[in-house]
């Protein structure tokens, strides 16, 4: 079991990404591979100067957190939002809603399952070993979650050829997810997060609106009941038994623009009693920068061993946070929960979205400082 400092500061994972590995990447470069390189290695150091406990690898070499996998599995077929809504039932009032909302949708991308999957490549497990030559410090890898994989990539049109139903998908997708699971924690990785940012839209917008866009959410059931009893079980499936790692949950309101507004609202307490039923999973990740969280009391619901990765300071803003108020909000949760199950870290990525980036490196690398003297701070007992 890796030892942390008590209050250990960590990322959500991405990291902006150097203007030229983007351009790179577009132009699909000959020296791809060594300039990925490179952008995850800035992204550690980084991290390290920034005094971040545990580290992750920015996420350089995804284009988002969740479609890279399409570069990883045969069967699968990378899409822009404008190419999947070809295949949406009502395009008119999905476009309607991708730009009510800020999304560009050429810019943004979702992997759709075409064929039956294969792994032709890990998802992760080279990255991991990559980072865990590069860093003296515990890592933390990323991967999506199975809720948000067999739901963002089931397209009618497109999937029931190979899966007839999202559940025969998600079989598959379990499979796939806890084989990686058990390779990183084979590797010695401190900690793997499966990120189910769409959780909240299943407790926010109520069963007249299954179509916001949070992951090109377009595979929804109209019952958000039982939507969330499948995530409960796809996740409990593919963690139970993995020893090593945390198992860690992340769950936002979405960071695909900088405008609050148009993000998700609400607090965690209709959604606290379905992670309670996450009995494989040993910390939830959650979001508490913004008011749009609502209040601290709705933790009380957490399993009583289950640790919180308590998200207070905003990626999306140029503001920095003061590191006195931080301390100050995490000894409120400490409170409720105990200081040993209490991680430091922003509400989410700071560069979810390759070409959408919710801030620059120098901004987020301040942030993160400002994460370590909070920590600092509450370590000396101040």
């Known amino acids: 079991m890796t030892t942390l400092p008590a209050y250990p500061v960590t990322t959500v994972g991405s990291w902006p990404r150097p203007s030229w590995l983007r351009q790179a990447t577009k132009r699909q470069s000959k020296d791809l591979a060594e300039l990925r390189d490179e952008a995850t290695l800035l992204a550690i150091k980084y991290q390290e100067d920034a005094g971040v406990d545990l580290i992750s690898d920015g996420e350089q070499r995804r284009d988002n957190f969740f479609s890279f996998v399409a570069e990883k599995l045969g069967g699968m077929k990378l899409m822009t939002l404008s190419e999947l809504l070809d295949y949406v039932e009502d395009k008119a009032g999905f476009e309607a809603l991708l730009g009510a909302l800020d999304v560009p949708a050429f810019a943004i991308k979702n992997p759709a399952v075409t064929g039956k999957l294969s792994v032709e490549r890990p998802l992760a497990v080279d990255d991991a070993r990559f980072l865990l030559e590069h860093t003296r410090k515990p890592v933390k890898v990323t991967l999506p979650g199975p809720y948000l994989l067999s739901r963002s990539t089931w397209v009618k049109q497109l999937s029931e050829g190979a899966y007839p139903t999202r559940e025969a998908l998600a079989d598959d997708v379990v499979q796939i997810l806890r084989a990686e699971l058990i390779a990183l924690a084979e590797l010695g990785v401190a900690m793997v997060q499966f990120d189910e940012p769409v959780l909240t839209e299943l407790v926010f917008t109520g069963k007249a609106a299954t179509r916001t866009f949070m992951c090109a959410a377009l595979a929804a059931s109209a019952d958000p009941q039982s939507e969330l009893n499948f995530a409960v079980e796809l996740i409990n499936r593919v963690a139970e038994g993995v020893s090593g790692p945390i198992v860690g949950l992340h769950v936002c309101r979405g960071n695909w623009s900088n405008k609050e507004e148009v993000l998700l609202e609400g607090g965690y307490e209709p959604l606290i009693p379905h992670l309670a039923r996450m009995h494989a999973v040993d910390q939830f990740v959650l979001e508490y920068a913004t008011p749009r969280a609502g209040k601290l009391e709705a933790l009380r619901g957490l ?80």
Not at 312 to 320: F, G, I, K, M, W
Not at 372 to 379: F, I, K, N
Request: charged share 25%; aromatic share 6%.
């Open 303 to 382: 399993p009583a061993k289950a640790q919180l990765g308590f998200g207070v300071v905003n990626p999306r803003t140029a503001e920095l946070e003061d590191p006195g108020a931080v301390a100050a909000r995490a000894r409120e949760v400490s409170e409720l929960l105990g200081p040993e199950r209490v991680f430091l870290n922003p509400d989410c990525g700071f560069g979810t979205f390759a070409e959408r980036p919710v801030n620059d490196a120098q901004t987020a690398y301040r942030k993160l400082q400002v994460l370590s003297a909070a920590a600092r701070e509450l370590r000396a007992g101040g």
